[in-house]
């Protein structure tokens, strides 16, 4: 469990610099090429491929800054963001004889060792979470249950985005907004059913907390005013005898 915490806390770190530096362009007009968010989320595939949902939210944020729409720009991140993903993938590759083994592996690549044998169909059923075994929520309940999941980071980052929903920066918080939904979407198609897959999302949620704290900074009274709603929820929350932190 430390091990898996570590990558998680890794990878959550790199897709954290790669959202934030391009929203950053994005709030500030930067012109001037950068590939760190290119960089840094191809490292944080490479660590954890459960980072790839984030892929929509960065392309929707890298098309929003006007000097990051040039195709040479945008041909040499993707170059550089296949720089990790590849050098892991061809080391998988030789190991395994698939570059993202155990996903999407072909068993005529695979060398004999690393061959998954066939699983019972009562195991089969008990890994597929769409199965009869669990109680199942139509597509709406399970996305809002992704969503319930995402707590203080989403309140946060929600305060953040309607506190810039004055004119003249209505623009940049409608674009961030429909960033942060195109994650959302994106995660509840690859994890699915998005209720048992939100714990993947972990990884999109300190983003989440570092946008709306940016996006409060300017803001004292709101920020404040945030700020202890925050901790009075926080305080709601873990006092209640009842809450399991681990759901």
Same mark, same amino acid.
């Given at each position: 469990?430390?091990?898996?915490?570590?990558?998680?806390?890794?990878?959550?770190?790199?897709?954290?610099?790669?959202?934030?530096?391009?929203?950053?362009?994005?709030?500030?007009?930067?012109?001037?090429?950068?590939?760190?968010?290119?960089?840094?989320?191809?490292?944080?595939?490479?660590?954890?491929?459960?980072?790839?949902?984030?892929?929509?939210?960065?392309?929707?944020?890298?098309?929003?800054?006007?000097?990051?729409?040039?195709?040479?720009?945008?041909?040499?991140?993707?170059?550089?963001?296949?720089?990790?993903?590849?050098?892991?993938?061809?080391?998988?590759?030789?190991?395994?004889?698939?570059?993202?083994?155990?996903?999407?592996?072909?068993?005529?690549?695979?060398?004999?060792?690393?061959?998954?044998?066939?699983?019972?169909?009562?195991?089969?059923?008990?890994?597929?979470?769409?199965?009869?075994?669990?109680?199942?929520?139509?597509?709406?309940?399970?996305?809002?249950?992704?969503?319930?999941?995402?707590? =203080? $980071?989403? @309140?946060?980052? &929600?305060? %953040?985005?309607?506190?810039?929903?004055?004119?003249?920066? !209505? /623009?940049? #918080?409608?674009?961030?907004?429909?960033?942060?939904?195109?994650?959302?979407?994106?995660?509840?198609?690859?994890?699915?059913?998005?209720?048992?897959?939100?714990?993947?999302?972990?990884?999109? =949620? $300190?983003? @989440?907390?570092? &946008?709306? %704290?940016?996006?409060?900074?300017?803001?004292?009274?709101? !920020? /404040?005013? #945030?700020?202890?709603?925050?901790?009075?929820?926080?305080?709601?929350?873990?006092?209640?005898?009842?809450?399991?932190?681990?759901?």
């Amino acid at each position: 469990h430390a091990g898996l915490a570590k990558v998680d806390m890794t990878a959550a770190l790199l897709l954290s610099v790669a959202l934030a530096s391009q929203a950053g362009r994005l709030l500030s007009s930067a012109g001037k090429p950068d590939l760190t968010p290119y960089l840094a989320f191809g490292m944080a595939m490479s660590v954890k491929l459960t980072a790839a949902p984030a892929l929509a939210p960065l392309a929707l944020l890298v098309l929003a800054n006007r000097p990051d729409r040039n195709l040479h720009r945008i041909m040499s991140g993707l170059l550089a963001m296949a720089v990790f993903p590849l050098a892991f993938a061809v080391r998988t590759f030789l190991l395994t004889g698939s570059p993202f083994y155990p996903e999407g592996s072909l068993q005529w690549m695979l060398k004999p060792e690393w061959r998954m044998p066939e699983l019972h169909p009562a195991i089969v059923m008990r890994l597929d979470r769409t199965s009869e075994l669990y109680p199942q929520r139509s597509s709406i309940m399970g996305v809002l249950e992704m969503l319930r999941r995402w707590e =203080l $980071p989403l @309140l946060f980052s &929600l305060a %953040g985005l309607a506190a810039w929903l004055k004119k003249p920066r !209505r /623009r940049n #918080a409608l674009i961030l907004a429909v960033s942060v939904a195109a994650y959302a979407a994106a995660a509840a198609a690859v994890f699915r059913p998005p209720w048992w897959g939100a714990k993947y999302t972990v990884l999109f =949620l $300190p983003f @989440l907390a570092a &946008l709306g %704290g940016r996006l409060l900074q300017d803001l004292r009274m709101l !920020r /404040r005013t #945030a700020f202890a709603v925050s901790v009075a929820l926080f305080i709601a929350v873990f006092s209640n005898p009842g809450y399991d932190y681990r759901t």
